[in-house]
């Protein structure tokens, strides 16, 4: 099954650190969002990339940055890290004009 | 942006009774309202979603409806089984965008 992966699972990071996390779409989608998912949170809208530039942007700071590649994939950067970044962050994929997300099982961060 | 509010924040229901999570949004403009189930540690699955064209939407237990005029939509799990346990997320979708605005989840718990 050619779902959503994301790497790493989990990962510890140290305030004032730079952190990078990754997400394969499933197969035959080009859209990837992110999402924040505080503990006992709703999931909250990062950005979203098509094409391979930002397309929507979430009320997130600048220290939040994104890529995508040719072959889709994605990454989220975010840059000195704090406590309150600690989350799970979440990759769904979609298709550009489609509605149906399929969400990765998220990277558990811990800002420490 | 879309402002979407979820009721209630957690539910406990005993086996094979009805369960019923609102949500409300802000947004008259919104076309389209996914529900998501999250289980614990793992990702966010769709399991029934609606357009706005439409006023409701049966899945076998599973029932969603939508009332545009008055913007709420509402999730209907029938015969409720204990693993229906999780947590339920409601979201509406902009028209014009193609990123998801989640309501805050509610927490079923069905009692055997």
């Known amino acids: 099954d050619a779902g959503v992966t994301q790497s790493p699972t989990h990962l510890i990071k140290t305030r004032g650190q730079q952190v990078t996390l990754r997400c394969s779409p499933k197969s035959g989608h080009d859209t990837v969002s992110w999402y924040q998912q505080a503990l006992g949170q709703g999931p909250q809208f990062i950005f979203q990339y098509y094409e391979e530039e930002e397309r929507q942007r979430g009320n997130f700071p600048d220290r939040f940055s994104g890529h995508q590649f040719p072959n889709y994939s994605s990454e989220l950067n975010v840059n000195a890290l704090l406590l309150g970044d600690s989350a799970l962050y979440l990759c769904a994929s979609s298709l550009r004009q489609g509605e149906g997300y399929t969400f990765g099982s998220g990277t558990r961060l811990t800002v420490v | 942006g879309e402002n979407v509010e979820q009721h209630p924040s957690t539910l406990s229901v005993q086996e094979g009774d009805s369960a019923v999570i609102k949500c409300t949004y802000s947004?008259?403009?919104?076309?389209?309202f996914p529900w998501y189930k999250q289980e614990l540690g793992k990702r966010p699955q769709l399991i029934i979603d609606?357009?706005?064209?439409?006023g409701e939407k049966k899945d076998q237990r599973i029932a969603v409806t939508l009332n545009k005029t008055a913007k709420h939509f509402s999730l209907h799990i029938t015969e409720t089984q204990p693993e229906d346990s999780a947590v339920y997320f409601c979201?509406?979708?902009?028209?014009?965008?193609?990123?998801?605005?989640f309501g805050t989840g509610t927490r079923l718990t069905v009692i055997p």
């Open positions: 947004d008259s403009a919104s076309n389209y």
């Open positions: 979201a509406a979708r902009w028209t014009g965008a193609n990123n998801l605005f």
């Open positions: 609606i357009r706005s064209n439409v």
